[in-house]
């Protein structure tokens, strides 16, 4: 005699059912919020474009300099102060430390960039200083105190073999001038 199979019910199917369509739900949010925060910061990215060009800024420096800068510029919050890579919440400051380590890195840019392929120009913030010249080694900092601002080469261009060609570093200096002179393109104010 055969093993009869019995049907499911119908209540183990519907349930079958819902646990299957929530999986799905669950799927589809969380690719969704994926590709709405890609999104998101496509947009955020060409509105910085946006925003440099309408302030007086060269767009096409700006794009260059994007990719191969990394500055990280902390906005004062009260007594806090937060990298510029945080919610972009109050202006950053520019303290002639600040503008000293634009003039350093936009030196080594004319030179040829070796020492950013090694380390990164900041500034710190110890005790009562709250803006001291701080340079290093990427993945190093001060022993005491926090870098609030820093320029150096994004991860690709660190390493020796993929410089950045004259032609960039010539685009990073004029951004990095236009910033210097101009606070404003970065949301900046004098300290």
Not at 19 to 48: C, F, G, H, P, W
Not at 101 to 107: K, V
Not at 117 to 132: I, L, M, N
Request: proline share 4%; with cysteine; aromatic share 8%.
């Amino acid at each position: 005699m055969s093993a009869m199979v019995e049907a499911p019910s119908a209540y183990a199917g519907a349930a079958e059912a819902v646990r299957t369509v929530d999986a799905d739900i669950v799927s589809m949010q969380t690719t969704y919020n994926a590709d709405l925060a890609k999104l998101k910061l496509l947009r955020a990215k060409a509105q910085e474009i946006i925003d440099h060009a309408e302030r007086g800024g060269d767009a096409e420096s700006f794009v260059v300099a994007q990719r191969i800068l990394e500055i990280r510029w902390g906005r004062k919050l009260g007594k806090q102060q937060r990298y510029g890579d945080s919610p972009r919440t109050g202006p950053v400051r520019v303290t002639g430390e600040v503008t000293s380590q634009i003039n350093a890195a936009i030196d080594e840019l004319r030179r040829d960039g070796d020492y950013m392929t090694r380390g990164y120009f900041g500034v710190k913030q110890y005790d009562q200083w709250d803006s001291q010249v701080e340079n290093h080694p990427y993945n190093y900092g001060p022993r005491h105190g926090s870098i609030w601002f820093s320029i150096g080469f994004q991860r690709p261009y660190r390493d020796a073999e993929n410089r950045p060609s004259e032609d960039e570093r010539l685009a990073c200096i004029r951004y990095l001038t236009a910033v210097r002179d101009n606070a404003a393109l970065m949301g900046g104010e004098s300290a």
